[in-house]
């Protein structure tokens, strides 16, 4: 229980730092900085409209803020979603009142009909505001929802257009730099992960690495990698910062991808050597001399990973490894069927390191 406690009380601190990390991001206080000052801009435009329309200044600054979302294209998105639905939402709203229903009609039924009408709208914030729009409209309008209708769509499309102008000009977000730290973050698991399989094989006395756990863990690493990549190729999208090539994300997009086969390949090796081994042959009938040349082959594996870098010596020392466990004289068939599993996914993790196409050894 105690274990356990102290298990908890560290994935919750981890996720403090990591919620207060992200609250005060450079791209979070810069999005915050600029939604406020669309929201100004937004006010004292709205506030300077002739007509009734400055009488609803207020729903300028909404508009403005609807507007900053995380990319470029999702606020040109949300922007348009979001008219779309304020405006059906009104209108159903008008339309209902100038029926002449009483009210206790009218409102279920302009409720049923936004709500169905809302279903038939692309997947976004649209859908969600036609039955909130028209319900606003007609409760709040005061006896004119056509006058009232008309300042809540175009101010807040007034505020939308402010804050997006407003998204594109200032430091349009461009994340690419948590590409790169996600990757390397991957490479270290996946690095690590061969330091404790060669330190395993050394000494027989230590506990058996943890497969079901340790894979789990590079999982998430693979997922948070690609949660990255796919959050940078948004903010990409329309974006004037990523014209010209100037941040590209090819290469990133390449080194992920070889990065996620050499992890499935690695958690293909660690099965023949750590707890969930389908035969207890491999490493335990294995020599002390032929555990270690293999341990110092995962260890040179680790730090080509961690590094990116394959090359001739790995190959070769792989190559002498793979020589090595096919020369055993394994005591049992399923010893030496073990040997050649180990053998062959070694080969195939040296290969995906080094760029190549896995092939049988």
Not at 39 to 52: C, I, N, V
Not at 63 to 86: K, W
Not at 250 to 276: I, K, P, W, Y
């Amino acid at each position: 229980m105690a274990a356990l406690r102290t298990r908890l009380a560290t994935a919750s601190a981890g996720a403090a730092r990591q919620g207060v990390a992200t609250l005060v991001s450079p791209d979070r206080l810069l999005l915050a900085a600029k939604g406020a000052a669309a929201a100004m801009l937004a006010w004292l435009a709205a506030r300077a409209l002739p007509g009734f329309l400055d009488e609803y200044a207020y729903y300028a600054p909404f508009g403005a803020v609807v507007a900053m979302m995380p990319s470029v294209v999702d606020s040109l998105r949300t922007g348009l979603h979001t008219l779309a639905g304020l405006g059906i939402g009104g209108g159903i709203a008008i339309a209902a009142y100038l029926g002449g229903l009483p009210v206790l009609a009218t409102v279920p039924i302009v409720i049923v009909v936004a709500i169905l009408v809302a279903g038939l709208l692309p997947p976004g914030p649209g859908r969600d505001y036609v039955p909130v729009a028209a319900i606003f409209v007609l409760m709040s309008s005061g006896g004119d929802p056509e006058m009232f209708g008309t300042a809540y769509v175009v101010l807040t499309a007034m505020g939308l257009v402010i804050g997006t102008v407003v998204h594109l000009a200032i430091l349009p977000p461009l994340r690419t730099l948590p590409v790169d730290r996600r990757i390397e973050a991957l490479r270290a698991a996946a690095a690590s992960l061969l330091d404790d399989l060669a330190s395993q094989l050394d000494d027989a006395a230590q506990p058996a690495v943890s497969l079901e756990h340790r894979a789990a863990e590079l999982q998430r690493a693979v997922d948070d990698t690609q949660a990255a990549l796919t959050d940078a190729q948004r903010t990409r999208r329309a974006n004037v910062r990523a014209i010209g090539g100037r941040y590209t994300l090819s290469m990133s997009t390449v080194r992920f991808g070889e990065l996620r086969a050499t992890v499935r390949e690695l958690v293909a090796l660690a099965s023949v050597v750590s707890d969930e081994r389908t035969t207890l042959a491999v490493p335990d009938d294995m020599p002390q001399q032929l555990r270690g040349e293999v341990a110092d082959a995962l260890r040179r594996l680790g730090r080509a990973v961690e590094q990116a870098d394959g090359g001739d010596d790995l190959r070769q020392a792989c190559a002498e490894v793979v020589e090595a466990l096919r020369a055993w004289e394994a005591p049992t068939a399923a010893a030496a069927a073990a040997a050649g599993a180990l053998g062959h996914h070694l080969v195939a993790l040296e290969q995906r390191i080094d760029g190549r196409p896995a092939e049988q050894p």
